[in-house]
């Protein structure tokens, strides 16, 4: 499906205006940002599953209730239940074997569990189905005698839960992601609403679940996609491009607002009636605007950050909510996301139809490129001259002719939004993620404040050339070429009458805290990373009788996935504490939160 809007008036000004500004390569600054620090996170226990680079520990929550952590161990298909009333001792409890219990009382196979949330001793948890593109489920669970209570059918792939303040309403993202290498099957995205009535030891559930099928072309709603909005799914309708990934729901329990990570836009859903309001679309950050550098050479050795020619796709992974002053503000963690997994068994002809490229080495479709590779005729020659970029200003001679060649972007979203001035000629390419964190004012759709390049500089003043790292092995800036530090987790909590954002770096690791009581004027209060670089996490090549790899190294934790803020009044030490899931080192952490201000 394709759309056939203009190209000249899908930019703000702000883009138009910095067409013409030079490159300019900025050091690390050491002074960045000097504000006083009203908290300080503190690291108290972890909890170990041993289990490395297979997602152990990714989405957490905790109950007030039982005062036990609840950890999805995702592909074993089980929530594994820490003991966290001493969280300097955290200890496992018990696992829920979630799958079995799918299979024992729905004799039904499941898959993966991928999310997890607790409202008044009632645990949600979400589970998809052994092929995933079939109808997933979400189980209920009493959390004070950990017993199964029923499984509800949803959708396909559910990727994400989260209660109402309220605990009247569950709502869960079905991401409907397509079958692997082919887009052989592509479920539709959606959105399950599902209403709770939970007397302590009874449970009715209602669900109903919204679609996009009315913002298909020829739909009722089609008018009003916003035309920043990123459709390249491969022969998909609206409603399959779409996947819904993330949701946060404001503390009135009246709106939920969802994350379309691969379509850089967020849905706003109307919790009363179970409509969708609208779909707005993100836009994109331009990273030749100062404030905006980025490093995209993963071969230089060096943590140096510069502007480029290119427009990010913020393509938020975890969203948050907070209400100030009346007004819900949506907070994005812009990790960025492609869809090369799901293209690379198709021919040439199917590729280059769905504009994407025929990698001719690697003889597999793809979405994502480098620059480098795009001047390589080994490797980049479309059959099809029409979906050739025009690269001609990123080549010798050309007013890009020192761009960065080995950052990554999106082919197809390079050629529908990449050239600016109707020229023919690509002037940005569009990359994956912002390497930020954002405040959205959906209702106004403003974007109100973007960290621009805190997280790298930060992680370069902090590591010099070692930034940039992945999360499973040390390689210096491996990741400079792709999305950078890649925010992922990302939280928000109220302490002393103040609101912050915390949010978690899943490749570098580690947690940036921002003061965000004044979204407009957001500030850096601290970083903190227990990574270890002297110890290198592939040198974890051991594995169990099952064929497990286990963490019988302690490089810290990795890969930071899924933050729970639990407020002091709730927290079994009286004072707020933060709690991580780290998916590549399978481990579960707590963090004091001392406030600085008295």
Excluded at 213 to 238: D, M, Y
Aim: net charge negative.
């Amino acid at each position: 499906m394709q759309r056939d809007f203009m190209k000249l008036n899908i930019l703000t000004s702000v883009i138009l205006s910095t067409t013409l500004i030079a490159c300019s390569a900025t050091p690390p600054q050491t002074n960045l940002i000097e504000k006083k620090q009203t908290i300080q996170l503190v690291e108290q226990g972890r909890y170990h599953s041993n289990i490395f680079d297979e997602s152990a520990a990714e989405i957490v929550t905790y109950d007030k209730k039982t005062q036990n952590t609840f950890v999805v161990n995702a592909e074993s298909g089980k929530v594994d239940v820490v003991r966290s009333a001493d969280i300097n001792k955290p200890t496992l409890l018990s696992s829920l074997n979630i799958g079995a219990d799918i299979q024992k009382h729905l004799n039904k196979q499941a898959g993966a569990a991928n999310s997890v949330d607790v409202s008044d001793g009632l645990l949600a948890v979400a589970i998809e189905a052994e092929n995933k593109t079939d109808t997933g489920w979400v189980a209920f669970y009493d959390t004070q005698n950990l017993t199964y209570i029923d499984a509800v059918y949803v959708g396909a792939l559910p990727d994400m839960v989260t209660f109402s303040a309220n605990g009247k309403q569950l709502v869960v993202a079905l991401e409907g992601e397509p079958s692997d290498k082919n887009y052989a099957l592509d479920p539709v995205g959606e959105i399950a609403v599902i209403d709770i009535d939970w007397q302590k030891n009874t449970l009715k559930t209602t669900v109903t679940r919204i679609n996009f099928h009315e913002f298909n072309q020829g739909g009722t709603r089609f008018n009003e996609l916003p035309e920043q909005l990123v459709l390249n799914g491969f022969q998909a309708s609206v409603e399959q491009d779409l996947e819904p990934e993330y949701i946060a729901i404001n503390k009135s329990s009246t709106k939920a607002y969802v994350s379309l990570q691969e379509n850089n836009a967020i849905a706003v859903i109307n919790l009363a009636d179970k409509s969708i309001e609208k779909i707005m679309a993100l836009g994109f950050k331009d990273h030749l605007q100062s404030g905006n550098e980025l490093d995209g050479n993963n071969k230089d050795k060096q943590a140096l950050l510069k502007n480029e020619p290119a427009l990010g796709m913020y393509q938020p992974d975890s969203i948050a909510v907070v209400t100030i002053g009346g007004t819900d503000y949506v907070l994005t963690a812009n990790e960025g996301d492609d869809r090369s997994d799901w293209l690379t068994d198709l021919s040439i002809a199917d590729c280059e139809a769905g504009d994407y490229y025929f990698n001719l080495e690697d003889k597999a479709c793809g979405d994502d490129i480098k620059l480098k590779d795009a001047f390589d005729g080994g490797i980049y020659k479309p059959s099809d001259q029409q979906n050739r970029l025009d690269l001609s200003n990123f080549q010798q001679g050309g007013i890009y002719q020192d761009a960065v060649k080995t950052l990554k972007f999106s082919h197809s979203a390079t050629k529908q939004f990449g050239d600016l001035n109707a020229d023919g000629k690509i002037d940005r390419i569009l990359t994956f993620g912002g390497r930020s964190f954002s405040i959205w004012n959906v209702d106004a759709e403003q974007l109100i404040f973007d960290s621009g390049s805190d997280f790298e500089r930060i992680t370069a003043q902090k590591y010099g050339a070692n930034f940039n790292q992945t999360h499973s092995k040390n390689k210096a800036e491996n990741r400079s070429g792709k999305k950078g530090p890649e925010p992922e987790a990302l939280t928000t909590g109220i302490i002393d009458g103040i609101t912050y954002a915390f949010i978690g770096l899943e490749r570098m690791g580690g947690i940036m805290v921002y003061n965000i009581s004044d979204p407009a004027n957001a500030q850096f209060v601290q970083y903190l990373n227990n990574r270890d670089l002297s110890v290198d996490p592939k040198d974890n090549i051991a594995k169990d009788a099952n064929h497990v790899k286990t963490y019988n190294v302690d490089a810290g934790d990795l890969g930071p996935e899924g933050f729970r803020f639990v407020a002091a009044k709730d927290s079994p030490t009286n004072n707020p504490i933060l709690i991580v899931g780290n998916e590549v080192s399978g481990t579960t952490s707590f963090y004091r939160i001392d406030s600085l201000a008295k």
